[in-house]
């Protein structure tokens, strides 16, 4: 990756791990500043200063219309929901959308068996897609940039990412929504959730479940981070909730910094963002993932362990990393 990432990453602290049952937390520091001031969609919303609606009356799927009536720029999540409208998306990308601008952002469903109208705007959702499903997705978009340059995800893959979420979690949804299984587990995840607190200055988190590291999440800005936190933090428990893992003891901070440090060796593409900024796309062995990159800093980067995330390839089958890596070598 290249030397300005490297140097980033270098430059994150990791605190004290937080432990419960089969998870440990560690919360991430940043020494640099924010890159930039801008709104988190909770906010946006809460102050009506974000409208987010279809493209037209008839919709179209992995497309949405956000117009950010706001005097500064706007985050929205890769994973984070929307839910209302014709039917409930998440955010295929990090996206910082410009100040008083209409943006046309890339979207999956997230509610397979709902196409009605139930509102003409969409609401904040609460919910961010956990990692094992995001990250399903998070690849596959990256595989749709490799070959298109477009923010295009694997839908079928998506679906059944939420349908095998549901079976596990035992819930039924009359539309396959994934928020309905997230409402249907809050008191599980809140049963773990008070023990992973925001800290002064925190601006990430890096999980494992069961001892094995599945993700983190780092966002610049300490302001937007604390209000993010609860989403991010929810996203990982609904995954560790559903896996049959014995407590265990606390990650080694060791195990923790070689994630952080495997990302610094990956190889990284780079594509124009649908707003401010530079969509990075990273991949090595062990972990891919992505960070959105504005003024030469992060805004926001997400990681996820490769191991037990799997992406299907043309074929119906299961596309693995070396059958990746030689596409790409052979296109690039």
Request: aromatic share 8%.
């Amino acid at each position: 990756m290249e030397h300005g990432m490297k140097d980033r990453l270098q430059n994150v602290q990791l605190g004290k791990v937080q432990q419960f049952r089969n998870v440990s937390v560690y919360p991430l520091f940043l020494e640099a500043g924010a890159v930039v001031d801008h709104l988190v969609l909770r906010e946006a919303i809460e102050q009506d200063l974000v409208v987010i609606r279809e493209v037209d009356e008839g919709g179209h799927v992995p497309e949405l219309v956000v117009v950010n009536n706001a005097d500064k720029p706007l985050l929205i999540l890769d994973g984070e929901e929307l839910f209302g409208a014709k039917q409930n998306r998440v955010l295929n990308t990090t996206v910082l959308l410009r100040k008083k601008t209409a943006t046309i952002i890339p979207v999956s469903c997230t509610e397979q068996g709902r196409w009605r109208y139930e509102s003409k705007t969409f609401k904040d959702s609460g919910y961010i897609m956990s990692p094992r499903i995001r990250g399903v997705k998070n690849r596959s978009v990256q595989e749709s940039l490799y070959r298109s340059g477009d923010y295009r995800s694997d839908q079928g893959a998506v679906w059944s990412g939420i349908q095998e979420q549901a079976v596990n979690a035992s819930v039924q949804s009359p539309t396959g929504a994934m928020r309905d299984i997230h409402e249907a587990r809050k008191a599980d995840v809140g049963d773990y959730e008070r023990h992973f607190p925001c800290l002064d200055a925190q601006k990430g988190i890096l999980v494992a479940i069961g001892g094995n590291v599945v993700g983190m999440d780092m966002v610049s800005n300490g302001g937007s981070y604390a209000m993010l936190h609860g989403k991010l933090v929810k996203s990982y428990l609904m995954d560790a909730i559903l896996q049959e893992a014995e407590p265990s003891k606390p990650m080694d901070q060791a195990k923790a910094r070689l994630f952080i440090d495997d990302i610094a060796e990956c190889r990284v593409d780079r594509y124009k963002s649908v707003g401010h900024g530079w969509d990075i796309r990273f991949e090595g062995r062990r972990l891919f993932g992505s960070a959105l990159e504005y003024r030469k800093g992060l805004v926001h980067l997400a990681a996820f362990a490769a191991n037990g995330v799997v992406q299907r390839n043309d074929g119906g089958g299961m596309a693995g990393f070396s059958s990746r890596a030689a596409y790409r070598r052979s296109n690039h």
